[in-house]
């Protein structure tokens, strides 16, 4: 994958406006992300926050973001927060990058991965990690919660590993597997359930608890009379 490819990973049913962002990460690395949006629209994950949580997700500190969402109101808050620098996407600049795969095999032992995955997680604020496991026809990609000072700037494990997925990935998610260390039930917040519902409708949700005990249940079950409407373009 390059950058020119990162354009049809875009998920823009709504706007139909591609975005691509890419972060350099203090040790070398490039982190791509691509905007993914929600039929809530609020719920939307732009490209900026796609690949600046997925550098975060994988233990990486970001430190140059180049964007074509330049003007996006919540840059100045991550650079501020996280000590990286905005710059404008140039893509004739960044033709010869090359991105890490970030997919797992399909043999790993997902609860074990699961619980290395919580070290990861970004939570200053809360002290609350979660891990989440997207599998997907080409493995499986892996994300943790992203917290900020502005806490309605982070975004939650499901969520950065849904955007990681739907940025390498094809659009077909097949199951998605969560953990907390703390706390009585993992279960995803009603956010993330509205996002699950669209991008793994009718599919198994493994929710791995505390006490190392599992349930499954079915994305529709998670959020009954989940937000929809015809009047929408990609519904």
Known sequence: MDINDLYDQNYVPYSKKASVAVVRSKSGKWFPGVRIENICYPLSISATQNALFYCLSEGHQPADLFTDEINVSMIPSWEKEF?????????????????????????????????????????????????????????????????????????????????????FSSENLISLEIHTRKGEFSSPCGACRQVIIEHLPKKQIHLHHADDSESIHFSEDLLPHSFSSSSLSNR
Not at 116 to 141: H, K, N, R, W
């Open 83 to 167: 000590g990286f620098t905005a710059y404008p996407l140039d893509k004739d600049k960044l033709q010869n990058i090359t991105f890490d795969n970030p997919v797992l095999d399909s043999d790993i032992n997902k609860r074990k991965k699961l619980k290395q995955l919580l070290d990861l997680a970004v939570v200053g604020e809360s002290d609350f990690p979660v891990s989440a496991i997207v599998e997907t026809e080409q493995g499986y990609f892996t994300g943790v919660n992203i917290e900020c000072t502005s806490w309605n700037m982070g975004l939650c494990a499901e969520r950065v590993a849904i955007a990681k997925a739907l940025t």
